[in-house]
Each structure stands twice: as C-alpha cells, then as structure tokens.
C-alpha cells in the first residue's frame, strides 16, 4: 500500500517537471520577438524560479529625443509703398468709415460697406506683388485682377438687390459709384484724374445723401465726406507712388516664385507623436431581403405612381374657397397665395430674387478697331485720343459701342455714324450722307466740319453739338434727352467762334379742333 503511493507520488513529481520544462520552452520562444529592452529584462528571469512566481514587469522603451525647432525666420520688410498704403489709406481712411457706418447703416449698407474694405484688402495684395515683383505679361497681370474685378461686381449687385431700400438706395448708389477706384492699376499714364473722375461721379449721390438727411441725422453727411475723403486720399497716394501708372520692381522676382515663396507652408515640429491607428473597417449592411423588390426608377416609376389609380391624389391638401383666386380677385391682384393657417408643415412663402443687370455680370471686353466689310467697328475703346479713320469711303458706315473717353476723327465723307453705350466719346466727321446717330451715350460731342442731313438723339443725356457753316440747314431729331446744346458759328468772326444754343426740353401741348398742338416753352429774361 505504502509502496502504491510512493510510486504514485514520484509520477506526479515526474509530470510537473514535464510541464515545467515545457513553459519554461514556451517563454524562451516568446522572449525572441519582444524588442531588446524586453528581452534583456527576460533574461534577468532565473530559469530555475518557481512557476507561481509573478513576473517582473517589463519598462516601456524610452521615446526618441525631440529634434531641434529652428527659429522662426524674420519676416520681410515691407515694401515703403505698401506701408505708406496701410496707413494712408486703410487705417487712416477706410477703417473710420467702416466703423461709422455700422454706428447707424441697416444691413444691406454695411453689407456692402464691408464689400468695399474687402475690395481695398485685395488693392493691397496686388500693391504688394506689384512692389516684389517685375512687370508681368498681360495674361498673368489678367489674372492679379480678378479678385478686384469680382470685388466690383459684387458691390454692383449689392445695390441692385436692394433697391427695395428706397430710403437708402442713395447710399447704396454711392457706394457703388465709388467701387470702380480700383481700376486705377490698369490706367496709364494719369491714373489720378481717373480716380478725380470717379470721385465726382460718387460726389452726385452723396449730394442727394447730404440734402434729403440735412435736417434728420448729420451723421448721414458725415459718412459721405468720410466716404469722399477715402477716394480723394486715394487719389493722393497715387500720386505720391504711382504717378504714371501702377509701379513694378524692375529688380524683383517673378509673379510665380512670389506666389511660391508665399504660399509655402511652415514644415511641422518635430517630435510630435504618431497619429491614431485608424479605425476599424465599416460594418458591412446588411443584405436585402430575399423577397424585397427593387425601388423603380426612371420612367418606370411614373408609370408605377400612374397605376396606383385613385390613391394617387392622397397625398393632396384640399385647398378651401379662401385660397381660390377665381373666387377672390384680392389675391389675383397680390400674385401669391397665403399659406393655410392649418397647414403646420407648409414652408414659408420666400422672395425671388431679382436677377442683376447683366451688365453687371461682364467682365472688360476686347478693343475691337477694324473694317469689317463696309463698316468701320469701333467698339470697347478706353481713353484713346485720336483714333483716325482716313479716306473713308461713300459706302462704309462708322459704328462705335462700347467707348470711354475717346475721340474718333472720320476723315472723308461717309454713309453714316451710329454711337452706342459710348460715354465721354467725341466725334469729329467732315461729311456724312445719311444720318448721325447717338443712343444712350452721354456726355457726348458731335462736330461736323462739313455736311450732314439729319442728326439723331434718343435716350441721351448731356452733349454737344457742333455745326459748320455748311451744315445749318441739319434737321435735328431727340427723344427722352436733356441737356442739348448746339453750337452755331458766330457771322462775322474768325472760324471757330461758336454761340451756343440749348434744344427745348419743356413742352407745351394744347388741343386745337380736336387735335393736340405741342410747342416749345420759350423762357423770358
């Protein structure tokens, strides 16, 4: 018996060395894929040590040292008109007048007020480039004045889509008169009187600010001269700066590694830790139904809503006899129809919005000089003085569209002159066979050295005309014009000598023998 257990007691002993022998396998295995660290803490272990023991725990790896952060670099100086910019302009200027309009403007004012100290920000990114870099090709130089081009646009559309403001729109017209200033940058070589031009232009609508609010709130005259003031400083710094147009560095770098050296990004510090694992791959939806059958789609689904039959019109709200324009003429001369009080979930009933003018929307056309056929296009031409057309020909016309501040001379006699959406534009013709013709072109002026049978005005304000001797006997026909006057050369003086004489603008009519006589009311004194 005793022998029985002795001998199961040594089988016992003999199977735990087995086991121990092979965990003691097992670890040594596991220990040959830890990093060094672990398995040098591993082997610290005593092979012989009893196997209830609790393991030593194995230290982290030390993370690596940080690199060295090199130092910021110092920024550039600033270019001396880029400064004179910033202070002159932006903070002298236009930040006061944003911050009085805020004071008292609605909305739509200071909407497009800060329209405008965008558009002053992107003056000032191009005066940078300008002040770093050399004189670009025309295509890129294009490019530089987008911004500024989308700026105007934007400030143009802000007044359109406010007309319904009509105690404001003055503002809004006087804003967006002025918005244009930037274009000095493409004027040469008087980029000054160009922004003196614009700054009259703006003046007219400040005027009407000024008288309608003189006796209300002097804040509102006010906010015109700060708004004035803006372009007449503007007007100044260019011609401290750039006197003859906008001014390249000769020795600076291209447009394209300017734009590289700006837009390069700072590298990341280093020592930052490694990113998160990344998550765990989506579950995958679960498969349809075997029996479910695919939505239709397309034209099959027409045809399915089509032969639901009589439950097609379920989903339809019943619209009551208050809702009804036939039966309510009130609502026929309102437009819209109010919503239901019942109906909860019904949207509100919004606006459109009115589109802006197309004009807008257009970008700077192409200058277009040449005879096509028999007729002479002259169309988009900006301050171009003199353009010549010599030995015109009987059979060819002379059309301009499209002009600003520029004077065409027609040497030669012609068929006959049309000018359209033209302002500031002059004429000098010697003879002309059928008509002159001038439409929605204001501040225009028209002078006929030798013949012309009949000249035409419609839709035009502000202009000169100027007869020869030979041409007195000219018929001349307006409509919806103002502020016409005709010069007449003076008998008896010297050639060139004009007396000046208006075309009636107020009328008189009366009904004679059941017809309407109209004449011209003469003013006395």
């Known amino acids: 018996m005793a022998s029985g257990g002795l001998h199961s007691l040594a089988t016992i002993i003999k199977r735990l060395e087995a086991t121990t022998s092979r965990l003691e396998d097992l670890a040594s295995l596991a220990t040959s894929y830890l990093p060094p660290a672990a398995q040098t803490a591993a082997a610290a272990i005593s092979p012989g040590a009893s196997v209830n023991a609790e393991p030593t725990p194995v230290p982290p790896p030390a993370p690596p040292a940080p690199a060295p952060i090199a130092p910021p670099a110092a920024p550039a100086e600033l270019p001396r008109s880029v400064v004179a910019f910033d202070e002159q302009i932006i903070e002298g200027k236009l930040k006061p007048f944003v911050e009085l309009t805020k004071s008292f403007a609605i909305p739509s004012v200071v909407e497009q007020v800060g329209l405008v100290e965008q558009e002053f920000k992107d003056l000032r990114e191009l005066l940078l480039v300008a002040a770093s870099c050399k004189k670009p090709e025309q295509a890129e130089f294009e490019k530089l004045l987008g911004p500024l081009q989308k700026d105007i646009e934007a400030i143009t559309r802000a007044k359109e889509a406010n007309r319904k403001d009509r105690e404001w729109f003055n503002h809004l017209s006087t804003v967006a008169e002025g918005?244009?200033?930037?274009?000095?940058?493409?004027?040469?070589?008087?980029?000054?009187?160009?922004?003196?031009?614009?700054?009259?232009?703006?003046?007219?609508?400040?005027?009407?600010?000024?008288?309608?609010?003189?006796?209300?709130?002097?804040?509102?005259?006010?906010?015109?001269?700060?708004?004035?003031?803006?372009?007449?400083?503007?007007?100044?710094?260019?011609?401290?700066?750039?006197?003859?147009?906008?001014?390249?560095?000769?020795?600076?770098?291209?447009?394209?590694?300017?734009?590289?050296?700006?837009?390069?990004?700072?590298?990341?510090?280093?020592?930052?830790?490694?990113?998160?694992?990344?998550?765990?791959?989506?579950?995958?939806?679960?498969?349809?139904?075997?029996?479910a059958a695919p939505a239709a789609t397309g034209i099959n689904a027409v045809f399915e809503q089509l032969n639901r039959g009589e439950e097609v019109t379920k989903g339809l709200r019943k619209v009551d006899k208050s809702q009804m324009t036939h039966k309510n003429p009130a609502l026929r001369a309102g437009g819209t129809v109010p919503a239901s009080p019942t109906s909860c979930c019904a949207a509100p009933g919004k606006k459109p919005t009115k589109p802006s003018k197309p004009q807008a929307l257009m970008g700077k056309k192409p200058a277009k000089f040449a005879l096509e056929g028999n007729k002479w296009a002259i169309e988009y031409q900006e301050n171009q003085s003199p353009l010549t057309l010599d030995n015109v020909e009987i059979s060819q016309t002379v059309n301009l569209y499209g002009c600003k501040n520029t004077t065409v001379v027609v040497k030669g006699k012609c068929n006959a002159v049309t000018m359209v959406n033209c302002i500031k534009t002059s004429v000098l013709v010697e003879s002309v066979i059928s008509s002159i013709s001038v439409t929605n072109s204001p501040s225009f002026a028209v002078q006929i050295t030798g013949k012309a049978p009949t000249i035409q005005l419609d839709s035009t304000d502000s202009g000169q005309i100027y007869l020869s001797k030979e041409c007195l006997d000219v018929e001349i026909t307006t409509a919806k014009c103002s502020s016409i006057n005709v010069s007449l050369p003076v008998d008896g003086e010297e050639e060139g000598v004009f007396a000046e004489h208006p075309i009636p603008e107020m009328f008189r009519t009366t009904v004679v023998d059941g017809k309407l006589v109209t004449t011209a009311v003469e003013h006395a004194g």
């Open 179 to 291: 918005a244009p200033c930037v274009g000095w940058v493409t004027v040469t070589p008087k980029p000054g009187p160009y922004v003196a031009e614009i700054k009259e232009s703006t003046q007219f609508y400040g005027n009407r600010v000024i008288k309608e609010f003189k006796d209300k709130d002097p804040k509102h005259a006010e906010w015109v001269k700060e708004y004035v003031a803006l372009l007449e400083e503007t007007r100044k710094y260019i011609i401290e700066y750039h006197t003859t147009g906008l001014t390249w560095n000769p020795k600076g770098v291209s447009v394209e590694q300017f734009r590289a050296s700006s837009s390069t990004a700072a590298p990341a510090p280093a020592g930052v830790p490694p990113p998160p694992p990344p998550p765990p791959p989506p579950v995958a939806p679960p498969a349809p139904a075997a029996g």
